[in-house]
């Protein structure tokens, strides 16, 4: 006896009667049969149990779902009261991930983003170098500038202090070969029975002075 047949006989049903059309047949999460002779589940639809011996019941009071995940409930035995909107809840879930995936997206792009922000410009790298370079240089030339002003004022300062010297040395030949009109004794103050000292030196004329440096060196 196949499906159908077993159907009809629980359902009290013989082949001489009128022949009633189960149309919808599915199996919950326990694996009890359901079937109704709806097109399709439904609310108000009948719904019955498919026992193992072929014969149906009522399907009692409560909340059920089929193996496809369609969730419906019985508030009176046999009858389908409502159904549960199990693809809203399937849709918000699928726009959840969507709305994840976006976000992840919109992160990558904002990490790409910052990634290219901060990539190493060499040219602007080198720019900054040759800015540096270019103060420094003119840094030190400044300086090297200012240190050969210094030299030459140094060595001017030389020059004139050299000439002085010249100058001075030519004056002490000049007097050293000028005749005196008048012997110098140099050496009056050594007939005091000591030595020349300061006080004596002062007191002496600066011809004097030169002559008694040049005779006692």
Same mark, same amino acid.
């Given at each position: 006896?196949?499906?159908?047949?077993?159907?009809?006989?629980?359902?009290?049903?013989?082949?001489?009667?009128?022949?009633?059309?189960?149309?919808?047949?599915? $199996?919950?999460?326990?694996?009890?049969?359901?079937?109704?002779?709806?097109?399709?589940?439904?609310?108000?639809?009948?719904? *019955?149990?498919?026992?193992?011996?072929?014969?149906?019941?009522?399907?009692?009071?409560?909340?059920?779902?089929?193996?496809? #995940?369609? #969730?419906?409930?019985?508030?009176?035995?046999?009858?389908?009261? =409502? !159904?549960?909107?199990?693809?809203?809840?399937?849709?918000?879930?699928?726009?959840?991930?969507?709305?994840?995936?976006?976000?992840?997206?919109?992160?990558?792009?904002?990490?790409?983003?910052?990634?290219?922000?901060?990539?190493?410009? *060499?040219?602007?790298?080198?720019?900054?170098?040759?800015?540096?370079?270019?103060?420094?240089?003119?840094?030190?030339?400044?300086?090297?500038?200012?240190?050969?002003?210094?030299?030459?004022?140094?060595?001017?300062?030389?020059?004139?202090?050299?000439?002085?010297?010249?100058? !001075?040395?030519?004056?002490?030949?000049? !007097? *050293?070969?000028?005749?005196?009109?008048?012997?110098?004794?140099?050496?009056?103050?050594?007939?005091?029975?000591? =030595?020349?000292?300061?006080?004596?030196?002062? $007191?002496?004329?600066?011809?004097?002075?030169? !002559?008694?440096?040049?005779?006692?060196?």
């Amino acid at each position: 006896m196949d499906l159908k047949q077993q159907i009809l006989v629980a359902l009290g049903l013989d082949k001489q009667e009128e022949s009633v059309n189960l149309e919808f047949q599915a $199996k919950l999460e326990d694996g009890t049969i359901i079937v109704s002779t709806a097109e399709s589940l439904e609310a108000g639809a009948d719904i *019955s149990v498919l026992t193992e011996d072929g014969t149906t019941i009522l399907l009692p009071v409560g909340e059920y779902k089929t193996e496809e #995940g369609q #969730g419906f409930s019985v508030e009176v035995e046999g009858v389908v009261a =409502e !159904l549960y909107e199990e693809e809203v809840v399937e849709e918000e879930a699928e726009e959840e991930v969507v709305e994840e995936e976006a976000s992840k997206e919109d992160m990558e792009e904002e990490t790409i983003e910052e990634t290219e922000a901060v990539e190493f410009d *060499s040219v602007a790298f080198m720019d900054e170098v040759k800015s540096v370079v270019v103060d420094l240089m003119g840094n030190v030339n400044t300086e090297i500038e200012t240190l050969k002003s210094e030299l030459a004022s140094l060595k001017s300062d030389n020059e004139e202090l050299s000439s002085e010297k010249e100058k !001075l040395s030519a004056q002490v030949v000049e !007097l *050293s070969n000028e005749p005196a009109a008048k012997p110098v004794d140099t050496n009056k103050f050594s007939a005091l029975g000591r =030595e020349t000292t300061q006080r004596d030196l002062s $007191k002496m004329t600066k011809r004097q002075r030169i !002559l008694y440096n040049i005779t006692n060196k």
